[in-house]
């Protein structure tokens, strides 16, 4: 970002004496009093743990070019205090006008599983051709995606974003935001049911980034799962390129062949790539990504390159060898839909091999908690495992889905002392080990401590 501060207050409707400062440039935005630099401008955001304008006075203290605020803070002196109806819109408007003035093609994702994984992967691809800004790790949200839209330099030829949402009006908050040329939407699954409801209400939350799409656009959705077509039907002026994991009718679609390969069809044409994962689960992942680069022009081999260069982020399906072990850390969260996905990634690794289960509780389910839990259990069954180390409060229901079959290899863990107890007792020799659990649980911790005193 860059930009003189009377344009800043402008773009956000703040009014404040700039003592003669109008033409002082602003670089960058600080959301924490203690990141701020010479020349930032600090946003007194105030959430339900803190209140950002608690912190204006040592924001200045370390220079701040300026302060925004919706409070009156007479205390401060000599720095123009911004004052604005609400500093988490203020931050919004100011990211937009930032995407309209500086964003070349800025290109939106969403859905329910894999959106970081697949931001980092089109991110990879297109850096192979093009010079790329994406958000960091999942700044997705009302706060995250102005952040990161503020942290590009303009000088970009793709803005690549994120967007994450828990509630009906996320997505219209975000899309006045970002204002896409081009949107992806993953797939959709029961996540965030508390709010959204059930699954017609996550594809049509999900959807309403396809209303903030600029008049030339693209919008790219998964066929495979009948609740986008419906929502895609019911906006007809826009234009939809479908891509698919399963369908042949999708104008794109991924199909797994040899280890870390992939068959690409595209229209007419036939294409092999070669990738560092070895996940077939991330066919849809790679069939938006490989759409997207070919429709913005990239040739074969040029996509091929960014493939050779990309890394999946940590966290997501993140596997590793330790001696006898093949380690998959997916610790950053959990649903359903990623749950069974890293459920059938780790029976793939293990080709027949001990398959070892550290699980936690998957949230914000709503009603349909007990029963995606049960489902878990069944789904458990149908995979197998040699042991099943478990922290929560649905353990009860996971094993109602498992029914009688293989009570004797689950252990239930209160906590990473009684993990680490208990696969001690166990005192296995090697195999495959699936770490995942929501993040309330903290599973990475369960796998830091695996990492420290069980691998030799």
Known sequence: MKLKLEETAMAMDASGDLHGLQERMVTR???????VSPGDLFFCLQGLRFDGHSFAREAVLRKAAAVVAHKPLPELRNVPVLTVDNTLRALGRLGRYWRQKAGRRVIGITGSAGKTTTKEILSGVLGAGF?????????????????????????????ILELGINSHADMDDLGEILLPDAAVILNVGPCHLQEL?????????????????RPEHKALLNMDYPWLQKEALSR?????????????????RVRPSAKGEYILYARDTRYRFRTPFQLGHL????????ALALEYGMSPQNVQKGLDETSLPQQRMSITSKGPWTLIDDTYNANPMS???????????????????????????????????????????????????Y??????????????????????????????????????????????????????????????????
């Open 283 to 290: 066919c849809e992942n790679l069939a938006a990504v490989l």
């Open 197 to 213: 409801g059930d699954i017609d209400g996550v594809a049509a939350a999900k959807a309403r980034i396809l209303d903030y799409l």
């Open 391 to 456: 922290c929560g409060h649905n353990l009860q229901e996971v094993q109602k889905g498992l029914n009688s079959d293989l009570q004797d290899r689950v252990h239930p863990v209160e906590d990473i002392s009684a993990f680490l107890s208990a696969w001690k007792k166990l005192g296995p020799s090697g195999g495959t080990i699936l770490f995942k659990g929501s993040r309330k649980i903290g599973m990475e911790k369960f796998l830091q401590a695996f990492h420290a005193g069980c691998l030799r």
């Open 339 to 389: 749950m069974q996905a890293a459920l059938e990634a780790a029976e793939n690794l293990a080709s027949g091999q001990d398959i070892f289960l550290v699980l936690g509780d998957m949230a914000e389910l709503g009603r349909t908690e007990k029963e995606a839990h049960r489902e878990l259990g069944r789904s458990l069954k149908r995979i197998g495992f040699t042991a099943l180390f």
């Open 29 to 35: 935005v600080q959301t924490d009093s203690r990141m």
């Open 131 to 159: 010079k790329v800004g994406k958000n960091y790790q999942n700044w997705n949200n009302q706060v995250g995606l102005p952040l990161s839209l503020l942290g590009f330099t303009g000088r970009e030829d793709f803005w």
């Open 236 to 252: 007809p002026h826009t234009n939809i390129i479908w891509f698919s994991a399963e369908n042949p009718q999708a104008a794109y």
